[in-house]
């Protein structure tokens, strides 16, 4: 029997499911996934300054110190491909584990200060929906109404950035600006969901629905609708399996239902399935043969 705490838990994790299905189809199709990798992991650096210098764990100030480290591995992406002759999968590497080792040290600080020990920020690193308060949960169902809210805001602009950059400027829209508000709200949704999914899982969120509704259909809008309800269903049930089994992190459990629904869709999608190319290329065979 689901009690009044773990209904609401459930409800913000289908909430935020939802809100990566959203904001990682966009991030999926403008080839930003391993992007939103590296900030993903810069955000245990911001957590963890922000406990060092308030000595509060706040769900909003260690929010605000996961976006300010988080924007800038982002910023330091686009500053060494622009500036040096190194590669973005080089740059996102050295960003992101640059950015997640010196979260590792701050974290050792936190947990050999005297409030380590009550600080739960190790709970960032994997997830864990059970420790989210009411004050938590509330932040996650602002956070994942703004992000749902101002993607459907700029859906037309970011489908024509996305598939038509050149068409886009040539009607002067402010692409840059555009991709700047998809950054910002890609570095949203991984800080809103870090606590539920952990800072090493999150981009796993962004990127399995996105790749999982793929497989089924070509159609951006079919192909959002669907990310989001694989995200939304991985949430709910990754958190339930989660809370039934007590000690198991959130983030691992939900990130492992997203990658099975992915292997099942892999297998039977009928466009671009194993098992449909299978059935195909019998009936070619067969019908060579005849």
């Known amino acids: 029997m689901l009690t009044g705490n773990i209904l609401w838990i459930l409800l913000g994790t289908m909430l935020l499911g939802v809100a990566t299905g959203i904001t990682g189809t966009f991030s999926f199709l403008q080839k930003q996934s391993l992007v939103g990798d590296a900030a993903a992991h810069a955000a245990l650096p911001g957590i963890a300054l922000a406990f060092l210098i308030t000595g509060q764990k706040d769900l909003p100030i260690l929010m605000i110190g996961a976006a300010m480290t988080a924007a800038l591995s982002v910023y330091c992406i686009q500053w060494i491909v622009t500036y040096s002759k190194l590669q973005a999968d080089t740059a996102i590497g050295l960003v992101l584990s640059v950015f997640f080792g010196i979260g590792i040290v701050l974290l050792t600080i936190v947990n050999r200060s005297p409030l380590g020990n009550q600080s739960g920020l190790n709970d960032f690193i994997f997830g864990k929906a059970a420790a989210m308060t009411r004050a ?99 949430g709910v049930f990754g958190t339930l399996i989660s809370s039934v089994r007590t000690g198991l992190s959130t983030g691992p459990i939900i990130v492992l239902f997203a990658a099975v629904l992915f292997f099942l869709s892999y297998i039977i999608s009928p466009s671009t399935g194993q098992l449909s190319k299978y059935i195909r290329k019998k009936k070619f065979r067969v019908s060579s043969y005849d």
């Open 136 to 234: 938590d949960l509330t932040w996650l169902f602002i956070s994942a109404a703004i992000i749902i809210v101002v993607s459907i805001c700029f859906y037309k602009e970011w489908k024509l950035m996305i598939f038509d950059p050149v068409y886009a400027k040539g009607i002067g829209l402010p692409v840059e600006a555009l991709k700047a508000v998809l950054t910002s709200l890609i570095v949203l949704t991984i800080v809103t969901g870090i606590q539920a999914v952990g800072v090493i899982l999150m981009s796993a969120l962004l990127i399995i629905p996105a790749a999982t509704a793929k497989l089924w259909t070509k159609r951006l809008s079919t192909m959002l609708l669907l990310s989001a309800f694989i995200g939304g269903m991985s």
